[in-house]
DNA sequence: CAGTCGTGGAT
DNA sequence: TATCCAAGACT
């Protein structure tokens, strides 16, 4: 009798061979382009990462390239794409490369595993899928398939880091093809191994399921819950300066590290915007003419949620020295005209801000 | 090791 | 509307 690891490989293969989505980094046996595309899909949908995959290999289509570009640049290009320090990461990794590898991507995981920004689960895709040699690989869906195959209840031992599926993935992917059994693997996870409502009817692995068999896929994995998340208001200031807008870089550590934003200013009881006094010390330009819009902009992260409130002011004509010609970025600070998107980290809730207030 | 780090789609 | 959470890594 063939072991667990055998009876899902063979009917994974074909299976996948037939039913797999047609995605751009699967046109590629390229492994930098397999590695962007890893990162990219680090807790993110298929469907946002197909808008910058194509763009970002356009702008930096190899090691070196990426590795000799300046860090803005690639976060310019990672603008809206969240957790912008697999940017950074990223970035980091290819002057690593470049640097210890002669720009030639490592093809075995322990190797991958010193890149900065690579971590267990990325070392072994990039080993199974660029170089079709076995390596495990654990992501949530695999995660999600093997423990309902095997009808685990215990959520300890249900998440990507429990070493029985880390043991089973690897015997998986040493089966076959490992380039093919291990996209098998996460693409029955996105496609059929659901989170919510799996279409154990349309699954290849069926009839090895033990979770299928007991009625138990609704329930494994078992909900994680999370702390409800912290809600802030803050006033969000289009300081106006010779008809451009003041945007700030942030501090290099925590949310939206080294983005660039409007300035922030925490909101109290205030009601008709932040005060001049508050804006001054936030940003030391001094302002008149303060206008609050009605509406908020409601911005949604994993752990907080940012209740902006925009308002308009104009900085005061004592402090528009040099404001026509100061365009460029200085000390963390960019007056950028209406419709101008430098080529810096720009996250989304500075577009949704600029869009608000009409710039 | 539990918390941190973006954004958007699905339910 | 509220909640979950998606091809994780790092601290």
Known sequence: MLDLAHRLAKPLGPWFLKHQRDLAWRRTRDPYSIWVSEIMLQQTRVDTVEAYYGKFLERFPDVGTLAAADESEVLAAWSGLGYYRRARLLHAGARHVAAQHGGAVPGDAETLRKIPGVGRYTAGAITSIAFDRPAALVDGNVARVLSRIQAISEPKLQDAGAAGH???????????????????????????????????????????????????????PAPKQRGLSPREDLWAVAV??????????RASEGLLAGMWCLPLIERKQERAGASPKAIAAATGVKVKAIEALAEPVKHVFTHRVWMLWPCRSEAVPSDMVNAAGDSGQVDGRLWIAPGERPRVGIPKVTEKLLAALGY
């Open 166 to 220: 880390w043991t089973l993935a690897q015997k998986i992917v040493e089966a076959g093809s490992p380039r093919v059994l291990a996209q098998a693997l996460m693409e029955l996870g996105a496609t059929v191994c659901t989170p919510v409502a799996p279409k154990c009817g349309e699954c290849p692995v069926r009839s090895e399921c033990q979770a299928h068999a007991k009625g138990l896929q609704a329930s494994i």
């Open 240 to 249: 106006r300066r010779g008809g451009r807008i003041l945007l700030e870089r």
